[in-house]
């Protein structure tokens, strides 16, 4: 998928400290295997891929695996319920599921690691985030990761940073804590988020918003929901604050910002 994947994991010292320490070299080798597995399998930059079997006509979707024809007829439900911002086939009618695949597998990593025994880590896929537990969980309370929002503008800035995970006790009536954080747009790799009814004269116009970070109980959702903003506009945006529980911070191309109450709550500045 051509990200960097990090894994963090707070380890305590103590008389489990070696066990701890093993627990997370194992977790490091196994999200490494599954996130090689789906890159191998799914990337359209790879000839030997299934995907790009796929693309070239070698193998119909009837005959491709289960996941393929899964993680499609997933794409196809989210096609649905974002009114065609979210989309598995590019403008040239090619199968694309780079916009669901990795969601799919920061989850799928995040499965593994609970099976592991490990409560309290973060997991960072180029930018979009998956928490359990908390960083310095503690018996006053646990704290919540922080997830920081880059600035298109000058990558070396954030935006503000957003609390993923735990939540202190004062704060156990509230829903519950959100997960998930991932970010979309174009400030990473150029304009490569087809749009959804936006057209001018000589074609396609640019997306509304240049950057656009969903925060969701699970990071399919989220991650789904900010390639569906920043492809959809603002239609997509109105549709999905109504329709989903999530926070939203949208950039815009002049800088100017549009949140939900959540990012602009004092822990998220």
């Known amino acids: 998928m051509g990200t960097v994947v990090s894994l963090t994991v707070p380890v305590r010292p103590g008389d489990g400290l070696q066990a701890d320490l093993d ?7 196994v999200v490494e295997d599954q996130f090689t597995a789906l890159d191998a399998q ?14 070239r006509g070698e193998l119909t979707l009837l005959q491709a695996s289960p996941l393929m024809r899964d993680l ?25 599921l780079s916009g669901l695949v990795k969601g799919y597998a920061i989850a799928e990593a995040g499965r593994s690691l609970a099976a592991l ?13 998956l928490v359990s537990g908390s960083p310095a969980p503690s018996p006053a309370g646990a704290s919540p990761w922080l997830a920081g929002i880059v600035d298109p503008a000058d990558r ?5 940073a957003y609390p993923l995970g735990a939540q202190a006790p004062a ?38 918003f240049t950057q656009v970070s969903v925060a969701a109980q699970d990071i399919v959702t989220a991650d789904v929901l ?44």
């Open 171 to 208: 704060r156990l009536a509230q829903p519950p804590a959100r997960l998930a954080l991932a970010t979309s747009g174009s400030a990473e790799r150029g304009d490569h988020i087809w749009t959804v009814g936006l057209r001018g004269p000589s074609g396609p116009r640019r997306a509304e």
């Open 117 to 129: 025994g490990l409560h309290d880590w973060c997991l960072n896929a180029g930018g979009d985030v």
């Open 226 to 269: 900010a390639t569906a903003i920043v492809a959809g506009g603002r239609p997509a945006l109105d549709a999905v604050t109504a329709r989903w529980d999530v926070d939203v911070l949208a950039v815009a191309h002049d800088g100017g910002l549009l949140a939900t109450p959540g990012f602009r709550a004092p822990s998220a500045a």
């Open 23 to 29: 627990r997370l070299e194992a977790a490091t080798a």
């Open 72 to 96: 499609y007829a997933d794409a196809v439900r989210w096609r649905r319920r974002t009114d065609g911002a979210f989309t598995p086939e590019r403008p040239d009618g090619l199968l694309d």
């Open 42 to 55: 799914f990337s359209l930059y790879r000839a030997d891929s299934e995907a790009s079997r796929i693309a």
């Open 156 to 160: 070396r800035t954030l935006l503000g």
